[in-house]
């Protein structure tokens, strides 16, 4: 059973010399398409994420530690990973609906813009 995820990747403290050997590195191990940097020039955090499915049974941990240890081996020496993991399947949502007392309320201009809720009774009007 595969689990569709969003990875992203952090990477701190490595070789600025490897920095194409690391990306490649992780590229082989996920899907990552946009790469970016903060900070200094020659210290700077590499950053990534992309989306793509855990297969196998694999765990985040599991990936994690396949991960690093490609990006480490890419760096020739440890540096600081970090990885973000969000499952995309069966996210919570809410679900918001109005209706015709809705409609009638918003359309003769019972709601304030500013504030959300002119029903409030803390509610001051701040159009002059």
């Known amino acids: 059973m595969s689990r569709f995820y969003e990875m992203g990747v952090e990477v701190s403290g490595h ?22 940097f903060a900070g200094d020039d020659n210290a700077a955090t590499m950053h990534a994420s992309g989306q793509s ?7 985040e941990e599991e990936f994690t530690e396949r991960l690093s240890l490609a990006i480490w081996r890419a760096n020739g020496g440890y540096c600081h990973v970090s990885v973000d993991a969000t499952y995309l399947e069966n996210l ?24 959300g809720d002119t029903q409030d009774e803390n509610h001051v009007d701040r159009r002059d």
């Open 15 to 36: 070789d600025p010399a490897k920095v194409a050997e690391i990306q490649a590195a992780a590229e082989q191990e996920w899907p990552f398409d946009d790469w970016w």
């Open 53 to 59: 499915s855990l297969g196998g049974g694999e765990t």
């Open 92 to 115: 919570p949502y809410e679900t918001h609906e109005l209706d015709e007392s809705d409609y009638a309320r918003l359309i003769d201009g019972k709601h304030d813009q500013d504030t």
